[in-house]
């Protein structure tokens, strides 16, 4: 697994900053959830007195590209919507209120601890802050994320029920919401259990402007990727549909990227980030792998050509 290069700037930190997020610990309160690939995103401050939304840019240089005679292309950039952050260390001076509700929070979301964790959900001092719209790490990450992370199912759904519909847009530093955790995780009953508190999740982009399915494929989760692609595939440019189909034949994900190849039959001759078409990736896997799906899409592929 490579590492991620984030490549970071705040305003609050105006020289830029490398952080290189290195494979999860296993006690990792998100396993599971980095990808196997080098991605790079620019965060860039947008002018706000508050530093809670930032704008993202994806600076990859070997994008895969799209069908050249489609016009539907992926926005650059993309809104992220940060969770308050007013009891992070590098925003206050008071330490207390971090040491008292952000760690011990993080503690119970990790363990499945509703019972102790309820008490600090709500911010005596400010009753128009509530712990579930708070970060509680330096990430960004609120107590949703954290419990996701964790596949917290059952404390996840009694924080749920305290939610807001917009309480569960927020997303991390890198963009990603808890639903992107899930799905990345391949967590399909809590993927259930927020879609039901906000449909709009579906399709909320996360981190280098990736929707859930492809964070999904791109851990090889298969029951969740076939769980997202009908709700998501009406709204796949076709920048989406090039990246997700050839990271579905890079997971061995046939049947989501034969559905992408019969309803856009040029994918069989795009080409990926190594200039490659599906063709040429498919016939460098091994041959002890070659399943019954991949001979399907293996002949498709060889009459769309």
């Given amino acids: 697994m ?17 952080m290189n997020l290195s494979p999860p610990e296993p006690n990792s309160p ?5 990808p196997r690939q080098k991605d790079t995103i620019v965060v860039s401050p947008q002018i706000d007195s508050h ?10 240089a070997h994008p895969t590209q799209a069908p050249q005679n489609q016009q539907n292309h992926a926005p650059i950039y993309q809104l992220i919507n940060l969770p308050d952050r007013s009891l992070l260390p590098s925003q206050s001076k008071n330490r207390d209120q971090y040491r008292l509700k952000c760690l011990p929070l993080k503690k119970f979301a990790l363990a499945g601890n509703f019972k102790e964790a309820k008490p600090l959900l709500r911010n005596e001092s400010d009753h128009h802050l509530s712990m579930l719209r708070t970060a509680i790490t330096e990430m960004d990450e609120t107590v949703l994320h954290i419990a996701t992370g964790a596949r917290q199912v059952g404390f996840i759904e009694e ?3 305290l939610m807001e519909p917009d309480d569960l847009k927020l997303q991390d530093r890198n963009g990603n919401t808890a639903f992107c955790f899930a799905a990345a995780a391949g967590s399909i009953e ?3 259990l927020m879609l039901d508190k906000n449909p709009d999740l579906l399709t909320l982009r996360g981190a280098d402007n990736k929707v859930p399915l492809y964070m999904a494929a791109l851990f090889g989760r298969t029951e969740m990727a076939k769980f997202l692609y009908d709700g998501t595939e009406s709204q796949l440019t076709d920048q989406d549909e090039a990246d997700l189909f050839f990271k579905c034949i890079d997971t061995d994900l046939y049947d989501i990227a034969l559905k992408l190849l019969k309803h856009q039959p040029k994918l069989a001759v795009t080409r990926d980030e190594h ?6 990736v498919l016939a460098r896997k091994p041959s002890s792998l070659f399943a019954r799906r991949r001979i399907g899409i293996f002949k498709r592929l060889a009459y769309s050509s």
């Fill in 2 to 18: 490579a590492d991620i290069v984030i490549h970071l700037q705040t305003t609050q930190a105006p020289q830029n900053q490398l």
């Fill in 30 to 34: 998100l396993p599971d959830l980095l």
């Fill in 51 to 60: 530093d809670t939304i930032l704008t993202a840019e994806s600076v990859d």
């Fill in 159 to 161: 924080i749920i029920k």
């Fill in 190 to 192: 809590i993927v259930k």
């Fill in 275 to 280: 200039e490659d078409t599906a063709l040429h």
